[in-house]
């Protein structure tokens, strides 16, 4: 038999969200600035990459028009790259041929950083592009592949409505500041680590 509601229950509960949706309603009536934001998603738990993949898919469900530049890991194909590399409204860029320890060159996947920074850098000068997806730049920093510098200042001259996503584990502590979002996701647990093979659909 179902449990009789406490109708003192229900009058508490209808008050609390009455107050709450005052609180939240607030919040956002005072949010009403409209511009592009910067998002960095790092830390070492699963999310980061196919978090920013999410979002272009989130874009074109406004027609807005992408950019992604895979760097470092260009190498390995994934689900995404398969899906969106076709999309019309999106450029699609690898920028790299896997991890340094797979690689195994040095210069290589410097010159590979580079050129891939310099069509970055025109996807973050084109006002036409909505969303610009740089997936793995944190490790070009911390391995020396490229300056810090320059793709701050590329990202603070950017078009006013473009946003930027940047992905990778320890983002450094600059490029959190200039960002308007910032996540760090913690592992949990990962799969991998019972060893269950990388998962199509799920890992890559
Ligand atoms: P994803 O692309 O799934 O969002 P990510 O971008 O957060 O992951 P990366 O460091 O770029 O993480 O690694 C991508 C691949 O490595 C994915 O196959 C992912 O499942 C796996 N992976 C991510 N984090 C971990 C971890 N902590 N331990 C083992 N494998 C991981
Ligand atoms: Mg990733």
Redesign the pocket.
Known sequence: MPEAQDPDQNARHQRRMEKRKAVVDAAIARANIQRGVVLVLTG????????AFGMVARALGYGYPCAVFQFI?GAIDTGEQAFFSSQPLVQWEICGEGFTWETQNLERDKELAQSGWQKAREALSNPDIRLVVLD?ITYLFNYGYLALEPVLEAIKNRPAQQHVVL???AAKTELIELADTVSR?E?VK?A??AGIA?QPG???
């Open positions: 070492n738990g699963k999310g980061k990459s196919s978090s890991k793995e992905t990778g584990r996701i592992e990962h991998f680590r990388a799920v890992d890559l």
